[in-house]
């Protein structure tokens, strides 16, 4: 099943993080470009994020999808504190298949992904069938692009 993860950093090696995130990723089908955005919401002076879309070719369901990406993180040191706060790494699931998840600690697909340029704009380099036509215009964010991770 196709299934696609967003990972973000903005705590200490930016770039090295996602590296060794995307490279303990199983099933890995694609990566897009790497995005440069300024932090939503939060607390000020935090640093610009690098953030990133994945794309995996996987017969894991949702809710393990949403383990591994915990795994992932514990594995960066992330330590949760304050809502929209840095993070050495952000993983969130975007899309499985066709499937909707709504439980209380996850829900597929990510209730604000299609708000979020930092998912949208490389969500639409690796699968631009899945973005709707017309979706600058309704996303909120500035980003920019770096090239490959």
């Known amino acids: ?3 696609f993860l967003g990972l973000g950093s903005n ?18 089908v694609a990566v897009s470009p790497l995005y440069e955005t300024e932090p939503v919401g939060g607390p ?3 640093r610009p994020y690098l953030n990133l879309v994945v794309e995996l070719d996987t017969a894991r369901t949702p ?8 795994r992932l993180e514990d594995a960066a040191g992330r330590v949760r504190g304050e809502r ?3 993070r050495s790494l952000d ?11 709504d439980e209380p600690d996850l829900t597929v697909p990510h209730p604000r992904m299609w708000e ?3 998912v949208v704009a490389p969500l639409a380099d690796l699968a631009p069938e899945l973005v709707p036509d017309g979706w600058e215009g309704r996303v909120s964010g500035e ?3 770096l090239g490959t991770l």
Do not use: I, K, N, S
């Open 11 to 28: 705590l200490g090696d930016r770039r090295a993080t996602l590296r060794r995130a995307v490279a303990a990723l199983p099933d890995l």
């Open 63 to 70: 809710r393990q999808l949403l383990e591994l990406g915990g």
């Open 44 to 46: 000020p002076g935090q």
């Open 143 to 145: 980003v920019r692009r």
């Open 84 to 86: 929209f706060g840095p």
């Open 116 to 118: 979020r340029r930092f």
């Open 1 to 3: 099943m196709r299934a």
């Open 91 to 101: 993983v969130d699931l975007l899309l499985v298949g066709d499937e909707t998840v």
